[in-house]
């Protein structure tokens, strides 16, 4: 494996970088002599870990790509040739070598540059991404649009090896086959799951089968023995048992793609001249390399998972004053939900865990290490996870799927045909419901309520604390028939847990304060903010807790009560929870002025989670406004009129 240089720590000070500093366009890095890149390459990865130490974000994904970054600026001509990254977690080297380098200190703040790439920020940025897996199809559908155009324009996606678990992505490597495509895919192998160990022999071969004499050999062959039919199969026989010998590549092979690999994919000279053998070559191509996750920074190589993204690294001060004892940290709402499930599996062995991928985030570990015969990390399939549960519900199971607001889009199908119209004992633990901070609207959970609210027979609970959360999480065990309770990212107001394991009343919300006029009626997180509000507005505040099946006796008292209600969410308004509580008045025939506050019909773009709640009027000022501005408007004119 190339030698590279291997930082214990991230650099405090801006690294010199005289060679990078040149480049400010792929077009530059091209006019750069081969002998150059290695150093290139050095004082890129040296500037990656300074300025992710300056701003936080992924970190250890970024590292391990660096050289092929490198490679197919260098070798491909972007962005007329199309280059489309799988997920965009390790997109920071490819941002800082089409022109962002400067902007990398701004990277997911408010107004700064997004974590992943985006198609309004780069044209280098051939496709926004942040769900895993698209990368084939997208690169798909631009190989397909280049052949429509006869541009001659290339198409690379770039695949991890944990995104190639989906279904997804062997869809469009099966469709690709068949049209015998004219684009290239990576297979980032970062993992050593899918390859044997890479050497000098599988480095030999692999050279071999991207260079121009073999393909140009077995091009030949198959035009001369076009017209022997036998001796045509024997030899593509003969070529697929000689691969299978010496590359783990029969699957791609069989599914159309000419199989290159596995190559040490930090060795940038190997990459170099791998990418300029398959650049001239026609049909589908199939590159696997080998990479170490955090390749270059010795923590981030021992601890891949620990290191996936960092928090920005403050400045020591030159006077350090004396440690204080740190106050004990709030359980994060993922940590509220992993205690919970094991304290629920304790008592019912029916009870399985399942995550799409999303162990640590989801707070399973715990789960895994006690109960690893009822834990099922599915991987990157969303939609098998959905079904998985469902057919664990047919037989008695009890399965509860912890899984993102913005993962369970993808299983929406298997939800509603797998689950609901079966009517299936199924819990969905839905974490990052809500605004998520600088992860941007790819991975915010803004519309759960609304896709779930429509489903008949679904249970949907909106728990306000950590307190509220466990018990509504057992509500839903308990409850027979698919239910769900969302929650967000991050911690809580910090209440008092109860250990006790108990089922709330399905349906039923609770008054928490008494005021005059307006009558707010808060779904999920956002209480504090709202009775911080209510306090100068002297407003009433119900917590609802549910969704659906709505407390329809606390509307209606509410309305008889007050001249205004005030819904309030962290879910796009269309179709959420405030749609729920003004058809049911309409269905009454109780005219009464209600007013929606939730998230706005746009896709909120990153910053942290404050500032985003603040940008859309959901913190307590914004609330308070909004209600004061109305209740003025409504001042204007008689109550009687209002009513």
């Given at each position: 494996m190339q030698d590279t240089y291997i930082f214990r720590e991230i650099p405090s000070q801006r690294p010199n970088t005289p060679l990078l500093d040149r480049i400010d366009a792929p077009a530059q890095l091209r006019e750069l002599p081969p002998e150059n890149l290695p150093q290139l390459a050095r004082e890129l990865r040296s500037f990656l870990l300074w300025t992710v130490g300056q701003t936080g974000g992924h970190f250890g994904a970024g590292l391990g790509v660096l050289e092929l970054s490198v490679a197919l600026h260098y070798v491909f001509n972007t962005p007329e040739d199309r280059l489309v990254w799988d997920v965009g977690h390790q997109a920071y080297p490819h941002k800082i070598l089409t022109g962002r380098r400067e902007q990398m200190g701004s990277i997911r703040r408010k107004g700064g540059l997004a974590g992943f790439p985006k198609r309004a920020e780069s044209e280098y940025d051939t496709f926004g991404v942040g769900h895993s897996s698209t990368s084939i199809s997208a690169a798909l559908g631009m190989a397909i649009a280049a052949r429509m155009q006869n541009t001659g324009r290339k198409s690379i996606a770039v695949i991890g090896d944990g995104a190639m678990t989906a279904g997804m992505a062997f869809e469009a490597l099966n469709h690709a086959g068949h049209l015998h495509a004219d684009m290239l895919v990576i297979l980032n192998d970062n993992d050593m799951s899918i390859s044997r160990n890479v050497g000098g022999l599988s480095n030999y071969f692999a050279k071999l089968l991207a260079s121009r004499t073999y393909n140009q050999v077995r091009d030949g062959s198959k035009k001369v023995l076009a017209g022997t039919p036998n001796l045509m199969a024997l030899a593509k026989k003969t070529e697929e048992h000689f691969k299978g010998m010496i590359a783990p590549g029969t699957l791609f092979e069989e599914l159309g793609f000419n199989y290159i690999g596995p190559i040490d994919g930090h060795d940038l000279p190997l990459l170099v001249e791998t990418l300029e053998n398959i650049r001239d070559l026609d049909g589908p191509q199939f590159l696997h390399i080998v990479t170490t996750k955090g390749k270059g920074f010795a923590p981030a190589e021992a601890d891949p998972i620990g290191y996936h993204a960092i928090n920005k690294i403050e400045p020591v001060p030159a006077n350090k004053p004396e440690p204080v004892a740190?106050?004990?940290?709030?359980?994060?709402?993922?940590?509220?939900?992993?205690?919970?499930?094991?304290?629920?599996?304790?008592?019912?062995?029916?009870?399985?865990?399942?995550t799409p991928a999303m162990c640590e985030g989801s707070d399973l570990l715990a789960f895994s290490e006690r109960f690893p015969d009822r834990y099922f990390d599915v991987a990157i399939a969303e939609q098998h996870a959905v079904t998985l549960a469902a057919g664990l519900a047919c037989d008695g199971a009890k399965p509860v799927v912890a899984i993102y607001s913005t993962f369970l889009q993808r299983g929406y199908d298997q939800l509603v045909h797998d689950v609901a119209i079966q009517d299936l004992d199924v819990l969905f633990a839905i974490d990052r419901a809500g605004l998520v901070g600088e992860?941007?609207?790819?991975?915010?959970?803004?519309?759960?309520?609304?896709y779930l609210r429509c489903i008949p027979g679904m249970v949907i609970m909106t728990p306000s604390d950590e307190n509220e959360t466990r018990q509504l999480l057992h509500t839903g065990l308990v409850h027979e028939g698919?239910?769900?309770?969302?929650?967000?990212?991050?911690?809580?107001?910090?209440?008092?847990?109860?250990?006790?394991?108990?089922?709330?009343?399905?349906?039923?919300?609770?008054?928490?304060?008494?005021?005059?006029?307006?009558?707010?009626?808060?779904?999920?997180?956002?209480?504090?903010?709202?009775?911080?509000?209510a306090e100068e507005l002297n407003a009433t505040v119900a917590d609802m807790r549910f969704v659906k099946p709505l407390d329809e006796a606390l509307v209606l008292e509410l309305a008889e009560q007050h001249d205004l209600l005030v819904t309030l969410e962290e879910n796009a308004i269309a179709g959420g929870a405030g749609s729920a509580v003004t058809e049911f008045l309409c269905a009454n025939e109780v005219t009464l002025p209600v007013m929606h506050l939730g998230l706005p019909d746009r896709f909120v773009d990153h910053g942290k989670p404050s500032e985003l709640l603040a940008e859309c009027g959901l913190d307590a000022e914004g609330i308070k406004n909004a209600i004061a501005g109305r209740l003025e408007r409504m001042l204007e004119r008689p109550v009687s009129a209002a009513k």
């Open positions: 740190p106050k004990p940290a709030s359980p994060k709402y993922a940590n509220v939900f992993g205690q919970w499930l094991c304290d629920a599996a304790e008592q019912d062995e029916r009870i399985v865990g399942i992860d941007g609207p790819t991975h915010a959970g803004a519309f759960d309520i609304s698919p239910a769900a309770v969302r929650y967000p990212r991050g911690t809580g107001p910090g209440a008092e847990i109860s250990q006790e394991l108990t089922s709330l009343p399905i349906g039923k919300g609770r008054r928490i304060r008494e005021g005059a006029r307006i009558a707010i009626l808060n779904f999920g997180p956002l209480l504090e903010p709202a009775l911080r509000a």
